[in-house]
């Protein structure tokens, strides 16, 4: 018997109305048979600092770096600031890379990302997958998914009201989890 695979989700925004969050949503409900998908809040988690690392790590990061152990996959939704990272995210991995247990190392990683903006955060995409190189992450290179015009994507609710979107997420979840599959079977 096969246990299900579980993706822990992510996203770099903290705004309630977030796209990248109603994207992640959308995964979640999107997820074939024989996965399960969590949504982590990063807004508990500090800001890094050595100094607070060194007087021992907050409950709340240790929590969260055992979630990140527990999963078998990782679905990141970040938006683009600035063209890169939003902090939330870059802070959140920053606390994932320390000490000696490495929760992500090796892990399946898809990346999305959605912005009102014509491009839907493809610049921050490139940024993240740099980052995640040395995490030791084993980024999905196929198929991106950047959502554009996202304020035309989702309704007030944040449901996902397109199709193409829909079927894009879908795909790259069946990505995430053939490639998840063939990193369990010979873990
Ligand atoms: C500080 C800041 C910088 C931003 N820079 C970019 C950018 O470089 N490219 C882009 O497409 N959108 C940019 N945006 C707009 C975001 O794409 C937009 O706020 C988006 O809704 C954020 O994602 P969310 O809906 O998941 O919170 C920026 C927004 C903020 C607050």
Redesign the pocket.
């Known amino acids: 018997m096969s246990s299900k695979i579980k993706i822990i989700g992510i ?1 770099g ?1 903290l ?1 309630v ?5 109603a994207a992640l949503r959308a995964a979640a409900e999107l997820l074939p048979d024989g996965s399960t998908m969590e949504i982590v809040d990063l807004s508990p988690i500090p800001f890094f600092n050595e100094d607070v690392e060194a007087a021992g790590v907050p409950q709340v990061v240790m929590d969260f770096k055992e979630k990140l152990a527990a999963a078998d996959a990782i679905l990141i939704a970040t ?5 890169s990272i939003p902090p939330v995210l870059k802070n959140a991995l920053d606390w994932a890379s320390r000490g000696t247990e490495l929760p992500l190392s090796g892990k399946p990683l898809a990346i999305m990302s ?4 014509m ?1 839907g ?1 493809a ?1 921050v995409q490139y940024h993240l997958r740099q980052v995640c190189v040395r995490l030791d992450l084993q980024t999905l290179n196929n198929p991106e998914v950047f959502i554009a015009s ?1 304020n035309t994507k989702f309704d007030q609710d944040g449901n996902l009201i397109d199709d193409f979107t829909r079927i894009s997420i879908t795909k790259l979840l069946l990505a995430l989890i053939n490639k998840t599959q063939e990193r369990n079977k010979t873990n």
Do not use: L
């Open positions: 996203t925004s705004r109305k977030s796209y990248n969050r938006p683009e600031y600035n063209y959605a912005s009102p903006g491009f955060g610049r996202a």
